[in-house]
């Protein structure tokens, strides 16, 4: 291979020659250049002649160096030296040889979850840096991202980066950063924090894990319009093979309010502890294989990923952990096919969740139901005035005492100690206010002083298993008759053999039976 041509020095700009044009901009072009005084090749960055007598452009120049110079870190590219030739700035840089991940997106598409863990990851760390010394990028996105061939990911071009402190730097008449990557307080033209860069940093997530950014539309005004206003989909709905946490990662840093998006530290935190969580183990070395070979290292990270969340659901089942187990079989799904035995327990999960919302809604309905016609009787029974004789019309309805349990509820306090029903077999002592229906051997208590009470109806499927409520043993179904508990919350669990604890809150109101149906999930033999 021929050595590349060096052009001949500039008199003003003795020390570096230029070697060949690598990239090119809105305000400047770039180019690899030999330092002649160290013997390295670095990147020279050269404002376009024609913005030479914009001094808005000049300072935005000049503002690059100043942002960059008060950083130090792997993952943010370092400024060597800076200066004019012929009234012309220019920035001296580190010489990355490597891709920008606007390159990896076209070339590659969408991009697997550990690699963008691990770029995230890396771009973070960059960022608490910047942040810790009063520096906001303001333009994150693919381009602006380059990847070494050693796997470090580099954010670059702090063209339009704003110091915390320092007067800000504006365009009259025009936005500043990048339509696509811009937040919601920029398109608006409000105060930046950190968090802006955050937003940005969603949108490029976005994108590697989809391959489409969250806003899109063929003109700018569009793209600002939807970023204010639109909530895109989840990854996961674009994506279904996307780990669940880092969809969810992504939707926080898309919040539209900065002060309830995370910083660069809390975020970092939240990446490396979910990685932790599920024993996931980013790298550099991740991204290197990627590169080399897409193909394959794809279809192992998806193989690893589904056996590392299948080992997951069996420390579930031992445990007797059914959440834990169903999220873990479901997120393992994402990755490849489950056995027959691993789908059956989802299946019958599913069941049991809609089974549950049916359940409920079916409770509330009733209730609705409850509420409306006891509001009729007691508009009726108020309707129809006492005989000041003692004795109620023979024409006044009165309730059924047929099968009424103990304890009467609402409606039979109806009955005052004002008068009798002849032929009712139903008497009151007026003496002692105490209430005597036939076929109870023991009087019924004042109102005021009745305990509070109601009833539990429990069913299994399958039968024979034990309840106990509150921690106490109170039978086996089916032969369990009908339990009579005090007013008010009461824990049950339900227990039986080669089957998951069941556990469920039931709510005890007076008077009333409430009924719960336990559907008992099996714990797999095979396991």
């Not at 404002?47 to 914009?54: D, K, R």
Request: glycine fraction near 8%.
């Amino acid at each position: 291979m021929e050595a590349p041509s060096i052009h001949t020095p500039n008199p003003e700009l003795e020390r570096y020659a230029t070697v060949r044009q690598i990239g090119a901009g809105g305000m400047a072009t770039v180019y690899l250049a030999q330092d002649l005084l160290l013997g390295r090749e670095v990147a020279l960055k050269m404002l376009h002649a024609h913005l030479i007598n914009s001094p808005e452009s000049v300072q935005r120049f000049q503002g690059e160096a100043h942002a960059v110079a008060s950083i130090s870190h792997e993952n943010v590219v370092r400024i060597f030296d800076s200066g004019r030739e012929k009234s012309r700035p220019y920035l001296v840089m580190e010489f990355i040889q490597g891709m920008t991940l606007k390159d990896i997106f076209d070339r590659y598409g969408s991009i697997p979850n550990m690699v963008v863990v691990e770029i995230c990851r890396q771009i973070l760390l960059g960022l608490v840096c910047a942040h810790g010394r009063g520096v906001i990028h303001r333009d994150i996105k693919p381009d602006n991202i380059m990847i070494d061939s050693a796997g470090t990911v580099k954010i670059t071009d702090f063209g339009i980066a704003y110091i915390v402190n320092k007067e800000s730097l504006t365009l009259t008449g025009s936005l500043i950063g990048s339509p696509r990557a811009m937040s919601p307080e920029q398109a608006r033209g409000k105060p930046l924090s950190g968090t802006t860069d955050i937003f940005s940093l969603g949108v490029l997530l976005y994108t590697a894990l989809t391959s489409n950014p969250p806003f899109d539309a063929d003109v700018a005004s569009a793209i600002v319009h939807a970023i204010i206003n639109d909530n895109p989909d989840p990854v996961y709905r674009k994506n279904g093979a996307t780990l669940f946490w880092l969809s969810d990662f992504v939707d926080k840093c898309l919040i539209k309010d900065p002060v309830q998006r995370p910083d660069a530290e809390s975020a970092l935190s939240y990446v490396e502890k979910q990685c932790v969580l599920y024993g996931l183990q980013p790298g550099r070395d991740r991204i290197i294989e990627f590169l080399k070979h897409p193909d394959a290292y794809r279809a192992e990270e998806e193989q690893e990923l589904f056996g590392l969340f299948r080992a997951r659901s069996r420390d579930a089942i031992k445990k007797k952990q059914i959440l834990l187990l169903f999220k873990s079989l479901e997120q393992a799904k994402a990755f490849g096919v489950l056995p027959k035995g691993d789908r059956n327990i989802i299946a019958l999960y599913n069941f049991r969740r809609n089974l549950k919302s049916f359940a409920t809604f079916s409770a509330a309905v009733m209730l609705i139901f409850l509420g409306f016609f006891s509001l009729l009787h007691a508009l009726r029974i108020r309707s129809v005035e006492p005989n000041r004789g003692g004795v109620v019309p023979q024409n006044t309805p009165l309730l059924s005492t047929i099968g009424v349990p103990a304890y009467p509820g609402p409606f039979q306090r109806r009955f005052s100690a004002q008068g009798r029903r002849s032929g009712s077999g139903e008497s009151i002592d007026k003496n002692t206010v105490i209430i005597k229906k036939p076929g109870f051997d023991e009087p019924l208590l004042p109102e005021g002083l009745r305990p509070l009470a109601g009833f539990i109806l429990v069913k299994s499927n399958p039968p024979w298993a034990k309840v106990f409520v509150d921690g106490m043993e109170r039978g086996m179904t089916p032969t369990l008759s009908i339990l009579k508990e005090s007013c008010g919350e009461h824990a049950l669990t339900i227990q039986k053999d080669g089957f998951f604890d069941y556990h469920a809150k039931c709510a005890v109101a007076e008077t009333d039976t409430a009924v719960i149906r336990a559907q008992l999930v099996p714990i797999p033999r095979d396991h």
